[in-house]
């Protein structure tokens, strides 16, 4: 079991940035994908970016040059640098761990984004 816990989200303004941190409460040496997903009201889940192991980065075209994903496996941690926000990027922000066949989430961060 992993736990993942969020934090950084906010309210800022359009054109400005946020860093998100997800912290896990074991190693993440071994999981081999780590992903932010976004939820906005009344959407579905969205993938946002994901990184391997092996440090391999994919991220949505809504985000991508504006969005960093980032893991320390040293601070049993990733991160997701958020630049250039816009008004629809607001949505909770999640964290995600898969370690073989067990998917771990985390309870969500806001990020509010005002026009």
């Known amino acids: 079991q992993v736990r993942l816990v969020e934090s950084g989200g906010g309210l800022v303004q359009a054109g400005e940035s946020l860093r998100l941190s997800c912290a896990a409460s074991?190693?993440?040496?071994?999981?081999?994908?780590m992903a932010w997903f976004h939820q906005a009201p009344g959407k579905q889940r969205e993938l946002v970016a994901t990184?391997?192991?092996?440090?391999?980065?994919d991220y949505a075209d809504s985000v991508k040059g504006r969005f960093t994903i980032s893991r320390d496996n040293a601070n049993n941690a990733i991160y997701l640098q958020m630049n250039s926000l816009k008004p629809e990027d607001t949505a909770v922000y999640y964290c995600?761990?898969?370690?073989?066949?067990?998917?771990?989430w985390g309870q969500g961060t806001q990020v509010t984004v005002s026009s």
């Open positions: 995600y761990g898969a370690l073989g066949s067990r998917a771990f």
């Open positions: 990184i391997t192991s092996g440090g391999s980065t």
């Open positions: 074991r190693s993440i040496f071994s999981i081999n994908v």
